[in-house]
Every structure is written in structure tokens, then in C-alpha cells.
């Protein structure tokens, strides 16, 4: 028996994540002299009938589909909190490598500047793809909050000698790995140093007079220091919108 659990061990409906347990017959008794494991691991089953029958929790991510199949999302290893929204990287990950040009898909929080984590997506394709066709797919699919900010097309993924994922040698994001509008030069003294503010706050090499905050990797967080920014070096009150 499958199970697809939330964080209080309910089982959750079709179509939606939880974690994968398995229960019947063939669940090991345990990790041998691991007793801490053991316990981690093998816990009571609750939807069982047998009396001290347990469960295994396996750690993958999945949901069932209305046809009777689980589609696996990833390992629940891989989750993190951003700005207080708990977020699933094997979902994103599972949604966008559904696109028909994506062959490997790999999402992380990166923190490239000291308190800003940032969603980045990195995939494998024969040729680049559009950013604002990448972030409008999972739009469609994902809340916001889970929408990564920019997207790095890599020739193949790196590995380790043992052929994993080596996570630390994805690159940073660049300025094309951002969504940006066709560039139009700030006009103006207003303009300009709001220009240089966004800059400075979104680590982007240049802004233009039609980009946009929020799909230049800002947030409502780092939009409040922008506010106070614009605030303090211009006398001018401006509204918190996307």
C-alpha cells in the first residue's frame, strides 16, 4: 500500500503533493542496530487494520493522478522556506520539465547576496527558451511564490564522480537569466536614479525604463527597502503594487 501524506500525517486528495509512505506485508521490520533510524523511519501505520503494522516513510514527494498512477515530484530533502511560504523544489522541478523542450530541470534557493533567497531554475535544452514563456508555464500551473525568478539554460547538468547532481557548481544567474523588456534608456533624473536603486537592490547591470520589479527578481520584501530608498534619496511617496 501507497500513501501520499501531508505534514500531519492525513492522507491529501487526488492530485495534491504529500510525501510517499508504503504499508503492507513487505515493510522491513527496521535498520539493522540503527534504532534512531528505525524510529524516524518505520512508524505505526494508522490506516492499517493489523494490529502494530507499520509504515515506511520513503522521504519522495508525489501525488495521485485520477487514473490510479502516482507521478513522482522528488525528495522532500529538498525543501525550503522563503519568506515564510514553505516550497516544494521537487514540484517546480516536475512542472517544469513538463515543457516540450525542457529534457532536465533543477530548481534551487540560491542566496547570492546576504539575505536574498531567490528561486532559480536550471534546465537542459538544445536550444534557449524564452524566459517570460518559462515563468508564464509555471504560472499557469504554480503560485507566485513558487515561480522561480530566473531561469539558466545549461549545456548538461554537473556531476560528481559518482554521477549525482553537484548543486554547488550550478552557476549564478545572470542579467539574461531574468525576464527583461525590449531596454529603453531611463529618461530623465527621476527615472535615472530610480533606475540605479532597482539596480542596486535586484544586482542587475542595468534597468530600463519599461522593466518591471517583480520579474526582475524582486519580492514585496526587498520592494519595502526600494520604497525606503526612494523615500529617502527623492522626498517622493510611492505605493507597494505588483
Not at 119 to 133: F, G, S
Not at 161 to 183: H, M, S
Not at 189 to 213: M, Y
Amino acid at each position: 500500500r501507497i500513501y501520499s501524506l501531508d505534514a500531519q500525517g492525513q492522507t491529501v486528495p487526488v492530485g495534491v503533493a504529500g510525501e510517499l509512505y508504503v504499508g503492507g506485508a513487505g515493510v522491513a521490520r527496521g535498520y539493522l542496530n540503527r534504532p534512531e533510524l528505525t524510529a524516524e523511519g518505520f512508524l505505526i501505520d494508522p490506516f492499517s487494520g493489523e494490529a502494530g503494522a507499520r509504515m515506511y516513510r520513503t522521504g519522495d514527494l508525489g501525488r495521485w493522478l485520477p487514473a490510479g498512477t502516482i507521478e513522482y515530484l522528488g525528495r522532500n530533502d529538498f525543501q525550503v522556506k522563503i519568506r515564510g511560504f514553505r516550497i516544494e523544489l521537487g514540484e517546480i522541478e516536475a512542472r517544469l520539465a513538463e515543457h516540450a523542450s525542457v529534457r532536465e530541470a533543477v530548481v534551487l534557493a540560491r542566496e547570492d547576496a546576504p539575505g536574498e533567497k531567490r528561486l532559480v531554475a536550471y534546465y537542459v535544452a538544445d536550444a534557449e527558451i524564452p524566459v517570460e514563456a518559462l515563468r508564464n508555464a509555471l504560472s499557469a500551473q504554480l503560485p507566485d511564490y513558487m515561480v522561480p525568478a530566473a531561469y539558466v539554460r545549461l549545456a548538461q547538468m554537473p556531476l560528481m564522480p559518482n554521477g549525482k547532481l553537484d548543486r554547488k557548481a550550478l552557476p549564478a544567474p545572470e542579467g539574461d537569466a531574468y525576464l527583461t523588456r525590449v531596454y529603453a534608456a531611463p529618461q530623465g533624473e527621476v527615472e535615472q536614479a530610480l533606475a540605479e536603486i532597482w539596480a542596486e537592490l535586484l544586482k542587475v547591470e542595468r534597468v530600463g525604463r519599461h522593466d518591471h520589479f517583480f520579474e526582475l527578481g524582486g519580492h514585496s520584501l526587498l520592494a519595502v527597502r526600494m520604497i525606503s530608498r526612494v523615500r529617502q534619496e527623492l522626498g517622493v511617496e510611492v505605493a507597494l503594487g505588483e
